[in-house]
């Protein structure tokens, strides 16, 4: 039957749907699902034939009628997005809709000052511009040519002229490579590039720019931000706390050399940023909104005890972590 904690999706195919969350589907073909996957009634099925679906502005407004007894399911927000429609689930109670959702998420190991025509600047041009209000989270990490000095930007910025809150660089012991954050909310005017500015350091003398390893991920519906600036935790389970001060999805970043996807050990999370194939770091994002409150994320690092830590003299491989919960 049609009722609170039922859930909604399509005929066939995948369908990425979180409880009481946003979820995205590619044609508007209802079910009314009932218990845990897999899922198989369709609408009308589970409400027994007595159902009247309409359209009303962007509404869509179910009535079922079970053991004569009417539950209306209301509020199921449509919007319009590239990928099909976001539809909001609702309960039988008071109905709490979210727009906050991930856009794209990129990363770039390459993005090189040749691109730049060899300045002391690191130019990355993507395909998907920011759409118009949205934010950004991301991170650069960099070193020399010849990874000898560590070298971290002065700025970052976009071709539509903003620019971004950058945190301290953190020096990612024991390499002479620095790790930070940047990001900004309400972006404007659909940048397609963003350009991270070394030249407060001389084109010579061992700090000559070799490349940036950047990424970022884009949220819409996002009005505010708490961070949690990069650090370095020693040992093999690194953490760091965040307390968003609203509902949000946390952006988690940690650099546990030799890590994997399953590093972090908090459920309920996924790699949105994937670059520990090349740089031993990535991006994980939580898979539903979390409330207002404390949270601790904590990760395995695999080389956090490891003596030499990559055949130096380091005692241990420690992690950079950073957060930041992208709020409503």
């Known amino acids: 039957m049609c009722k609170a904690g039922g859930r909604f999706g399509r005929r066939s195919g995948v369908v990425r749907e979180e409880r009481g969350r946003v979820i995205t589907i590619d ?8 218990g845990p996957p897999p899922f198989g009634n369709s609408i009308m099925d589970a409400c027994e034939g007595r159902i009247s679906p309409q359209m009303k502005g962007n509404e869509i407004v179910a009535t079922c009628r079970q053991n004569r007894v009417r539950r209306t399911l209301l509020g199921f927000l449509v919007t319009f997005s590239l990928s099909g429609f976001m539809i909001g689930q609702a309960f039988a109670q008071t109905p709490r809709f979210s727009f906050l959702r991930l856009i794209q998420a990129l990363t770039d190991h390459g993005v090189s000052s040749s691109r730049a025509n060899g300045t002391q600047k690191c130019v990355w041009q993507f395909s998907r511009p920011i759409g118009t209000g949205d934010t950004v989270v ?3 990490h960099s070193a020399d040519q010849n990874d000898q000095n560590e070298m971290y930007p002065m700025s970052v910025t976009d071709n539509a002229g903003q620019t971004y809150n950058l945190s301290s660089g953190v020096h990612w012991v024991p390499w002479p490579e620095d790790i930070g954050i940047w990001y900004l909310t309400n972006i404007q005017g659909n940048p397609d590039t963003f350009t991270f500015d070394y030249t407060q350091y001389p084109a010579s003398d061992g700090t000559v720019l070799d490349f940036c390893d950047v990424g970022f991920a884009e949220y819409s519906g996002a009005t505010s931000l708490t961070v949690a600036n990069p650090v370095l935790m020693p040992g093999s389970e690194p953490s760091i706390t965040i307390s968003p001060t609203a509902p949000a999805l946390i952006w988690a970043f ?9 590093s972090m050990l908090n459920l309920g999370y996924r790699v949105i940023i994937n670059d ?3 740089d031993d770091m990535a991006v994980w994002g939580s898979n539903f909104i979390v409330p207002a409150r404390s949270l601790t994320l904590k990760w395995n690092a695999p080389t956090g005890n490891q003596n ?4 130096t003299t380091n005692n241990g491989c420690p992690t950079v972590v950073a957060a930041v919960a992208v709020q409503e």
């Open 276 to 278: 520990l194939p090349t």
């Open 27 to 34: 044609t508007p073909v209802w079910f009314c699902k009932k």
């Open 308 to 311: 030499p830590c990559d055949g």
């Open 254 to 262: 940690a650099s546990p050399f030799g890590g994997s996807a399953s």
């Open 138 to 140: 991301g991170y650069v």
